[in-house]
Structures are given as structure tokens and as C-alpha cells.
């Protein structure tokens, strides 16, 4: 007779995966990717070794589904900004750059490993899916922006292609390890919003043809 998990072995099982993918998370916001270590992971997860090897057989498949898990909820909050800013298409693709940015700068350790820090191949490819996931959430906003006229029209999958591009990039410089900080200061807040600014303006510009001015967000 074939072996069938009851409930409570996979309620269980799903409960140590969730411990273990937790303490990764915390590890890769706190010092990212490169910092991960198996053993250690596993002392700060509460499990054995041989324990987190049967759920990840490598470091690599853990980060990357670190990578994954921590990216669903970036993303989310970027739709999120899409579908409940009012306005016009301009209007919510800049109330999502700035939600992306803005996000970012709080947690620039947790940023710049999702963003740019060196990573396993296998991570790196789920960089770049994710960024596709983003440029089709901002390739539908183009679209919308072009039907109420806030957009001219353009070839709206590659703008949004180049719109990724731009912003991941253009925060390169201010997540580098070496340069950032996290956010938590009206003060922090201010040079934040100096950063986000010229950000925001340079990608509605490109989009809409013409001269965009972001306003200043507390």
C-alpha cells in the first residue's frame, strides 16, 4: 500500500519550509545573498542541516526562492500602486515608479540584493523574469495611458522594457552597500525624495515626450 502524508505531516512540513525561507529572508535583509550560509541558516531556522537540505538541496535553490518570495511581494505593491492610484495612466505609472523607489530606499540592503548584488546564474534568471513581470505591469499602464491620451502612442513593450531599466538602474548607485541607508528619518525621508524626484521626471519624460514634474512626497 502506497504512503500518503496525512494533513499533519504536511501542515508540519509546510510550517518548517516557512521557518526556514523566514530566517533566510531576515539574513538576506540584513547583509544579502553572499551572506547566506547552510549552517548557520539552519541554527538560526531551529533545524538541522540535513534538515534544510531536504527542502533545498543547494544554496542556490534557497535563494532563489528567497528571491522569488521576497520579489511577489515587491511587485505586488508596485500593482497595487497601479490599480489604486486615481488619475490617468501618467499619473499611476508615476505613483508606481515612486512606490518602487520609495520601497527600495527603506530597505536598501533587501534592494540591492533583489536589484543588483552579484548572484548564482539560477537567481540571476529569476531576475530577469521578474523584471519582465514588472515591464508587463507598466506595458498595461502604458497602454491605458495612450487610450486617455496622457501617453502619445509608442511601441508600449518596449517603453516598458526600458522603463525597468531605468529605474533598477538608476538606483544602483544610491543601494550600493557602501552608500546606503535605511530610511527612517524625516530627514532620510527629504534626501530620499531628492532621489526619487529626478527619477520619476526622467521616465515620464521619456514616456510622455514632454517636460514632468514629480511632486514632493513626505
Not at 520579489?71 to 508606481?96: C, F, H, M, W, Y
Request: glycine share 6%.
Amino acid at each position: 500500500m502506497a504512503y500518503r502524508e496525512t494533513d499533519k505531516v504536511r501542515s508540519r512540513k509546510a510550517q518548517t519550509f516557512d521557518k526556514i525561507l523566514v530566517a533566510a529572508l531576515y539574513v538576506v535583509a540584513e547583509q544579502g545573498f553572499n551572506s547566506v550560509q547552510m549552517a548557520d541558516l539552519a541554527k538560526r531556522a531551529g533545524v538541522a542541516t540535513g534538515t534544510l537540505y531536504r527542502y533545498f538541496p543547494s544554496k542556490e535553490a534557497l535563494c532563489t526562492e528567497v528571491f522569488q518570495r521576497a520579489t511577489d511581494v515587491e511587485v505586488s505593491k508596485v500593482q497595487q500602486a497601479l490599480a489604486e492610484t486615481s488619475g490617468n495612466g501618467a499619473e499611476r505609472i508615476a505613483a508606481a515608479l515612486r512606490t518602487f523607489a520609495e520601497r527600495a530606499l527603506r530597505a536598501p540592503t533587501m534592494a540591492w540584493a533583489l536589484i543588483a548584488e552579484p548572484v548564482d546564474p539560477t537567481v540571476d534568471q529569476a531576475r530577469l523574469d521578474y523584471r519582465q513581470r514588472y515591464a508587463r505591469l507598466f506595458e498595461l499602464a502604458i497602454h491605458d495611458g495612450i487610450r486617455d491620451g496622457s501617453l502619445p502612442e509608442q511601441n508600449a513593450q518596449l517603453s516598458s522594457t526600458a522603463l525597468v531599466g531605468c529605474i533598477a538602474e538608476s538606483l544602483v548607485g544610491p543601494l550600493a552597500p557602501a552608500r546606503s541607508q535605511e530610511v527612517n528619518s524625516p530627514e532620510q525621508t527629504r534626501s530620499a525624495a531628492l532621489i526619487i524626484a529626478p527619477i520619476v521626471n526622467f521616465c515620464l519624460q521619456g514616456l510622455t515626450g514632454r517636460p514632468y514634474e514629480e511632486k514632493f512626497h513626505d
